[in-house]
């Protein structure tokens, strides 16, 4: 995990992430389901907050709950860390929890693709807090059922953001694919832009501005 902030949050960043991690694991291991399930998961009111809003941001995309739980801890660990700064980045593994009074470029990274760090994402400070995250076929150790270099949402909640990427990302095997997977993208529910990297091709939807 990467944190940019205007002071040295290490301390709380350290026990925030402590913190949720175990939440994490003393869950998993009580509910083995959690870490394997390729399927959306039932509510449990008894859970802990990462892990109930894991369960139902990922109900929403159709996906099992870890497709958003990088997302997740960097939003939760985020969210612990904003009163104590104006300006932070937590980024955990490529998926981002942005808030900054200064606009933000985003560079997206894509593998071997062309077009890896030659699309950039503007943000004004009135769109953060806000999570950006990306799924890649072909970059890192994440699942994707797809083809897609990239495929990187923008929501307010990172958690929805990292699980959005990740069905959206299934969806993605060819070049024809790109169009419907847009479609799929943008209508879900507080999914605000998506754009995706196939190769040389690009798709882009929704409240995204490119440099």
Known sequence: MLISSDSDLSVPAEKSLIQHRQFLETYINAHPEFATSLLPLPDDNLAPPIVR?????????GVGPMASVAGAVA??????????TENLIVENGGDIFLY????????VYAGESPLSFNVN?????????????????????????????????????????????SAI???VKKK???????????????????VIILGKDLG????VELA
């Open 53 to 61: 809003e894991m369960i139902r941001r990922t109900k929403i995309c």
């Open 75 to 84: 939003e939760f660990v985020g969210r612990d860390l904003l009163v104590k």
């Open 100 to 107: 900054s009074r200064r606009k933000s470029t985003i560079a």
């Open 121 to 165: 994402i503007i943000v004004k400070p009135e769109e953060t807090p806000l999570g950006i995250c990306t799924s890649s076929a072909t970059v890192g150790p994440s699942l994707s059922f797809g083809k897609a270099d990239a495929v990187c949402v923008l929501s307010k909640s990172a958690t929805l953001a990292d699980a959005a990427a």
């Open 169 to 171: 990302g299934n969806r």
């Open 176 to 194: 024809a694919d790109i169009r419907n997977a847009l479609d799929y993208g943008r209508n879900i529910p507080g999914v605000s832009g998506v």
């Open 204 to 207: 882009v939807v929704g409240e």
